[in-house]
């Protein structure tokens, strides 16, 4: 991105000019600093701030921002570095949490939309019509899994979560036309999930995979939530695919939170007040 600006610097006007310098002088600061700021650092009116990021393909300040502070943190120290036994404690969290803001970013830059409304649709289906919804994982998806059942029921919607194999194979085989199944996998490839997703799937039920693209998982599922980061083995590698997970189900529920709309408020409502009773009272 930035070496986008800089071959564009000899077409730009003389003050749009100013302001790709100001970007490329410090990048991070560009991308938090309010259009007053970076007006008054360029000597620019806020309007040529505007334009400088229109004149690089972007919608405006908001939308170049978002895609600098992406590629800024992206390349942050520490970013392809792993955590070595010998880091200070100031190390080891600079490298965990921006691998963990660079894993989101990723994602947020490369997801499908049209994947993410499709399945939103197929849960909110389900819900209105009083069918099944399931969460299968395994491992550490598992607790994934969990999360995604408990985020949904505070929606108001019933689902049933299963980390156990035997449990996902029999679960699936109950599954029928009408019901879904939300499988999440890192490596998609967990015998026990590639066959419960093949029953339900026969079975007539939606099916929907939160697992790497090419995976195996990937292809026995109708709908495809990339979530693209591989996972290293060494002992102190941060697990970030778990969550990249609980991300991808935060947007999920959210998307599928605004699809059932204001009937569930007044049983959220409720909900809230007997859980702040429960919690304060005695």
């Known amino acids: 991105m930035?070496?986008?600006i800089t071959a564009s610097l000899p077409s730009l006007a003389p003050a749009e000019q100013r302001v790709a310098r100001l970007v490329l002088a410090d990048p991070r600061a560009f991308a938090h600093l309010p259009v007053r700021e970076l007006a008054l650092r360029s000597h620019v009116s806020k309007p040529t701030v505007v334009r400088f990021c229109r004149s690089m393909g972007y919608d405006g300040l908001a939308d170049f921002k978002l895609k600098l502070a992406g590629s800024v943190s992206e390349g942050v120290p520490f970013i392809h570095r792993s955590v070595d036994s010998d880091?200070?404690?100031s190390d080891v969290?600079?490298?965990v949490v921006d691998n963990a803001v660079a894993a989101f970013l990723q994602y947020r830059n490369a997801a499908s939309t049209a994947a993410i409304e499709q399945a939103a649709q197929a849960i909110a289906a389900t819900w209105q019509t009083g069918k099944r919804i399931e969460f299968y994982g395994a491992?550490?998806?598992g607790i994934v899994a969990l999360d995604a059942q408990h985020k949904f029921f505070r929606l108001g919607v019933t689902s049933l979560a299963t980390?156990?194999?035997h449990m996902q194979v029999m679960s699936a085989t109950l599954l029928g036309p009408g019901d879904c199944v939300v499988i999440i996998s890192n490596s998609g490839r967990t015998r026990d999930l590639m066959d419960a997703a093949d029953i339900a799937r026969k079975n007539g039920a939606t099916t929907i995979a939160i697992?790497?693209?090419g995976s195996p998982l990937a292809s026995a599922c109708q709908i495809h939530l990339a979530a693209d980061h591989p996972e290293g083995y060494d002992r102190y590698s941060p697990m970030v695919s778990r969550l990249l997970h609980l991300l991808i189900?935060?947007?999920l529920a959210t998307c599928v939170a605004l699809r059932i709309g204001p009937a569930l408020q007044?049983?959220?409502e409720q909900m809230k007040n007997n859980l702040r009773a429960k919690r304060y009272t005695g």
């Open 2 to 4: 930035l070496d986008r």
């Open 87 to 89: 880091d200070k404690t």
């Open 93 to 95: 969290m600079v490298k």
């Open 139 to 141: 491992g550490n998806s």
């Open 163 to 165: 980390s156990d194999g």
């Open 211 to 213: 697992t790497a693209s």
């Open 249 to 251: 189900i935060d947007v």
């Open 266 to 268: 007044p049983a959220l």
